[in-house]
T-cell receptor
C-alpha cells in the first residue's frame, strides 16, 4: 500500500544548529503539507505545496524555517538556527490534489513524522 | 477560521465497552477526517466522512453536515484502541486540515 515516507524518525540537536527533514509523498499526489504538532495538541499547518509551488506559508516562521519541493515530488523542511521551542513532531502529509481515480482529491495521508528535540 | 471542538477530552474504558466520540465544527466543511494517533505519533486514517455514515469493522462514523457535528463509534473496545483520536476538517477546496484537540482514549484490560 502506498505510504508517505519521512526521515529521520528522530532528531536530537543543540540550539543554534541547523536541521533538515525529508518527505516523500504518495506517488502521484500533487499536494504536500508540512504540519507541526506540539505535545498535547493537534497538528498545525506550516506550509502547503501544490506541485512545486507554495500555496500557503502564512504560518511558517520564515526567519528560521524554509521549505522546498523543487521537482514537485519530495520535499525538505529546514530549520536554521534551531531554538528550544522548536521541539515538536513534524508531520508530512499528501493528498491527490486533483479529482480522478475515484479518490477524494483532498483526503490527506500522513507519514510517520520526525520527532525533534532541541537541547 | 473554522473551529473544531472534540469531546470528551479524556475517556477511560474497560475492555469490551462501547464509546462515542463527538466532533463539533463551526462552519460548513467539504472534508472531515477521523484519525487515530498511535503511541509512536503516527496519524492513522480512520474515515474520510464529510457527510453520511461509514463503517469499518468495530468502528463507525456519522457526520451530520447540516448540524455541524460528527460522531465516531467504537464498539467492543480493545487495549490496542488506546491512543488519541483526532477529528480534522477542511472548510473549502484543497486547504489544510484544521484539527481539534483530540480525545485521549485509554482501554484497560
Amino acid at each position: 500500500e502506498a505510504e508517505v515516507a519521512q526521515s529521520p524518525r528522530y532528531k536530537i540537536t543543540e540550539k543554534s544548529q541547523a536541521v533538515a527533514f525529508w518527505c516523500d509523498p504518495i506517488s502521484g499526489h500533487a499536494t504536500l503539507y508540512w504540519y507541526r504538532q506540539i505535545l498535547g495538541q493537534g497538528p498545525e499547518l506550516l506550509v502547503q505545496f501544490q506541485d512545486e509551488s507554495v500555496v500557503d506559508d502564512s504560518q511558517l516562521p520564515k526567519d528560521r524555517f524554509s521549505a522546498e519541493r523543487l521537482k514537485g515530488v519530495d520535499s525538505t523542511l529546514k530549520i536554521q538556527p534551531a531554538e528550544l521551542g522548536d521541539s515538536a513532531m513534524y508531520l508530512c502529509a499528501s493528498s491527490p490534489g486533483t479529482s480522478g481515480n475515484n479518490a477524494p482529491y483532498n483526503e490527506q495521508f500522513f507519514g510517520p513524522g520526525t520527532r525533534l528535540t532541541v537541547l | 477560521g473554522i473551529q473544531v471542538e472534540q469531546s470528551p477530552p479524556d475517556l477511560i474504558l474497560q475492555e469490551g465497552a462501547n464509546s462515542t466520540l463527538r466532533c463539533n465544527f463551526s462552519d460548513s466543511v467539504n472534508n472531515l477526517q477521523w484519525f487515530h494517533q498511535n503511541p509512536w505519533g503516527q496519524l492513522i486514517n480512520l474515515f474520510y466522512i464529510p457527510s453520511g455514515t461509514k463503517q469499518n469493522g468495530r468502528l463507525s462514523a456519522t457526520t451530520v453536515a447540516t448540524e455541524r457535528y460528527s460522531l465516531l463509534y467504537i464498539s467492543s473496545s480493545q487495549t490496542t484502541d488506546s491512543g488519541v483520536y483526532f477529528c480534522a476538517v477542511v472548510g473549502s477546496g484543497n486547504t489544510p486540515l484544521v484539527f481539534g484537540k483530540g480525545t485521549r482514549l485509554s482501554v484497560i484490560a
